[in-house]
């Protein structure tokens, strides 16, 4: 283990805003697509509902 | 055409395979698959993380800046892989017409797209204190840059055409060719002479760096992979009941689901 501290840790040895820049722009957009994705699925089934409910009063 | 094959052949009679290329089939098993994927990319991604961060020790040339490989390559490789996959269903769509591969396509473009640009995000990252500047115009950098174009060139193309088969063979077609750029990435470090390095993993040598942090960039390529596939079936699905609203399982689907 490189770290004595957790200011060592974050500091990154001088590199903290490359390295930090780096994974947390990519756990940020990977939690960003999951979200998207999601809303997608929520989106989807409200419209599926809407079409059944419509479908049920016609007949 | 495809109407015609499926009159003529009853379902127990049609190849094996054939029976997921069906929505209809491959909807709930894309269902089931997605927790075990999801659940493998958290634990290869913490198991990743820890080697990256409290393992893998210090470079001797490029201190702590060097941690960066570990999503860096991993990111450009599902960059590439992604968009293999892509051509390949966007092919076998093109050459079959089944109506599932065009799809798939469909729902791994935007993923593809994310691991490009994390690619050329952690690139830029990576670039500014090792060779002092965010970007060069070599011939790594540009052809990963073109890749992140093609990915946004068919997911603009599918988008723009309302029916989705045609949206799916035009599609196609541009992934096919597009393809092409995909070597190109690869050897681009060897056929130029480029800022970037060559490859530090290799199938015919062993790895040009220690093993931990070589473990550490195979676990979290792992959990790319793994979250990959858990997001694009997810995706997938809803891509499904988007285009087959209009059928009656989906009907009977909407009204078990509540």
């Known amino acids: 283990m490189s770290w004595q501290s957790w200011d060592q840790f974050v500091a990154m040895g001088g590199y903290g805003l490359y390295v930090w820049g780096s994974y947390l722009v990519t756990l940020g957009l990977i939690a960003a697509e999951v979200v998207l994705v999601a809303k997608r699925r929520h989106n989807v089934m409200r419209q599926l509902r809407s079409f059944a409910r419509a479908e049920s009063r016609r007949t | 055409m495809r109407t015609t094959t499926e009159l003529a052949l009853p379902p127990q009679r049609r190849w094996n395979i054939f029976r997921f290329a069906s929505p209809q089939t491959f909807y709930p098993l894309a269902g089931k698959m997605i927790p075990y994927f999801g659940v493998a990319a958290a634990i290869f991604g913490v198991m990743g993380l820890y080697v990256a961060f409290f393992v893998a020790p210090t470079d001797a040339q490029q201190g702590e800046s060097y941690r960066i490989i570990f999503v860096h390559v991993g990111a450009a490789w599902m960059s590439m892989f992604i968009y293999v996959v892509m051509a390949c ?11 599932l591969s065009g799809m798939m396509a469909t729902a791994l473009a935007p993923t593809g797209a994310l691991f490009t640009f994390i690619a050329l995000w952690t690139g830029a990252l990576w670039g500014k204190p090792t060779w002092g500047t965010w970007w060069v ?63 530090s993993v290799s199938l015919t040598k062993a790895p040009s760096m220690a093993v931990t942090m070589f473990t550490g960039m195979i676990l979290i390529a792992l959990a790319f992979w793994m979250y990959a596939i858990a997001v694009v079936l997810a995706r997938v699905r809803s891509i499904i009941l988007e285009r087959e609203r209009a059928s009656e399982w989906v009907g009977a689907y909407t009204r078990s689901a509540g």
């Open chain 2, 137 to 199: 115009w070599d011939a790594r950098l540009t052809s990963e840059l073109i890749l992140l174009f093609l990915y946004f060139g068919f997911i603009a193309l599918q988008a723009s055409i309302e029916d989705p088969r045609r949206a799916d063979r035009a599609g196609a077609i541009l992934a096919l060719v597009g393809v092409v750029n995909v070597p190109i990435i690869y050897f681009s470090v060897k056929w130029w002479n480029t800022l970037h390095q060559g490859a």
């Open chain 2, 89 to 99: 269903w966007a092919g076998l769509g093109l050459a079959l017409n089944t109506r």
